[in-house]
Every structure is written in structure tokens, then in C-alpha cells.
């Protein structure tokens, strides 16, 4: 229960969960190399730092599903972001990113992942 007459701050909900949920994110150099290499491929972000820095601030909330943090914690979690296949380690608190490659080039590139392959007629199946 929050009293406002005992603070000059009252707590925020998205602070809170912020709080509680963040987690330290590694990029190691060769991942922002291999970034770079893929920077031609890029269709939302104008530069690699903009979309290391978004890769950075979408694992720092954890994505994972509950399932995932418990039943498959030692895996690699996947991640889609633009054109790009993201493999991360979690590992207690900290994220490190495995590696970057274009969807286009891994298993998901023909799945509803990618949303380019998407048509109107496959949303109403």
C-alpha cells in the first residue's frame, strides 16, 4: 500500500517493472562486426549503432516467456528484428548475444517470422 504523505516520489508501475526485470546486455565485437557486415540489409535502422543500441534495449527487458526462463533457460534464445536473426545466452542476469545473421539465411526465412513473406490471404488461415 502506497501513502502519499510519506513520499515526495510515488513509485510508477513501468519503474517498478523496470527495475525488476532489467538485465546487463554483452555485444561482443565480433557480433557488431558481423552488425556491420549487414548494415546493406538493414530496412528499419539507418545505422548499426541504432540497431545495436535497439537489440541492446529489447534483451534488457527480457523478452522470454515465462516457459522459456524456466524450462529452457540453458538454450539460445532467438530473436527477430528487422532483417536481422539475433542468438542470445541468458545466463542469471546477463544477456550475451551469440550472433547476428540475416533471416533471410537461417530456418525462419520462410516462416510468418518474417513478416516480408506475409500476405493478407495468410493472416485470415
Not at 539475433?86 to 550472433?99: E, M, Q
Not at 520462410?110 to 485470415?124: F, Q
Request: proline residues 5%.
Amino acid at each position: 500500500m502506497f501513502i502519499m504523505s510519506y513520499s515526495l516520489h510515488p513509485p510508477t508501475h513501468t519503474n517498478i517493472i523496470r527495475r525488476s526485470l532489467e538485465i546487463d546486455v554483452v555485444v561482443p565485437e565480433d557480433v557488431i562486426d558481423a552488425l556491420r557486415g549487414l548494415a546493406g540489409h538493414l530496412k528499419m535502422f539507418k545505422e548499426v549503432d541504432e540497431a545495436a543500441e535497439c537489440i541492446k534495449e529489447v534483451l534488457q527487458c527480457d523478452p522470454r516467456s515465462v516457459y522459456r526462463k524456466n524450462k529452457c533457460a540453458d538454450e539460445l534464445y532467438p530473436l527477430c528484428l528487422d532483417a536481422l536473426h539475433i542468438l542470445t545466452r541468458f545466463d542469471g542476469h546477463t544477456a550475451t548475444v551469440v550472433s547476428v545473421q540475416l533471416l533471410s539465411d537461417t530456418a525462419y526465412a520462410d516462416t510468418p517470422l518474417n513478416v516480408n513473406n506475409l500476405s493478407l490471404a495468410d493472416e485470415a488461415d
